[in-house]
């Protein structure tokens, strides 16, 4: 079965220091994978898609079939990263997104 | 472009009560979703459409249903309203061409008393 696994709830670090958010998934196709974030009491919005393999705000993400993965990572985390995290994975007819359960991120000055 | 949109914002229902969330988008896509955001379980698929006139069940479709008469509108209707369907909810479109980015509405902040 489709699935992705966001393992963290909350990750709480200080402004400055790497961070990474983890997301695993089960596809057995070809997968197509994003990070959605959510800021305070906003509509989630794309930070990532696997396929572009761009840097946004500072963050990256690499793709690792092996491992089945899809982590998320910044070197140096800013207070305004402060958000909600969402993997997900598409690939599939009509559109649709498998969610993780999301990580909230908080960046403490 | 508005985007996607959704209206109302926030709404208080009372057990049993019926109503519908309206959901609309501008950018003629083809495919449009409704999630609903519940804490530590993420969003989950309520149902999508893939086109005009043709809808289907997500992964928790029990108490909604949808049509979709136009591209751009794709209402949620509760049929008989639970305490168990307090959420927030979203809706989504994507192009049927190329990338699967969706877009989302605002969201509905729903109480069900």
């Known amino acids: 079965a489709q699935r992705v696994t966001q393992p963290e709830k909350l990750l709480s670090v200080f402004k400055g220091a790497p961070v990474e958010l983890k997301c695993n998934y089960s596809y057995s196709g070809s997968p197509e994978l994003f990070w959605y974030v959510q800021y305070s009491r906003q509509r989630l919005q794309l930070l990532l898609r696997?396929?572009s393999r761009e840097s946004i705000k500072g963050f990256t993400a690499d793709l690792n079939k092996g491992e089945t993965s899809f982590h998320l990572k910044k070197p140096f985390a800013q207070e305004e990263d402060s958000a909600m995290y969402y993997c997900a994975l598409g690939g599939y007819q009509g559109g649709k997104l498998i969610f993780g359960q999301g990580t909230e991120l908080s960046v403490k000055p | 472009n508005a985007g996607v949109t959704q209206t109302p914002k926030f709404q208080v229902l009372k057990t049993g009560q019926s109503m519908t969330l309206q959901c609309a988008q501008d950018?003629?896509?083809?495919?449009m979703s409704w999630y609903r955001q519940d804490p530590g379980m993420g969003l989950r698929l309520i149902h999508y459409s893939v086109g005009a006139g043709i809808t289907d069940q997500g992964e928790v479709p029990n108490g909604y249903n949808v049509s979709r008469s136009t591209t751009e509108d794709f209402p949620l209707r509760l049929l008989s309203a639970a305490p168990s369907q307090t959420s927030v909810y979203f809706c989504?479109?994507?192009?049927?061409?190329?990338?699967?980015?969706?877009?989302f509405g605002p969201g509905t902040r729903l109480t069900v008393t």
């Open positions: 989504a479109s994507r192009s049927g061409q190329g990338v699967y980015e969706q877009y």
């Open positions: 950018m003629n896509h083809e495919y």
């Open positions: 696997h396929i």
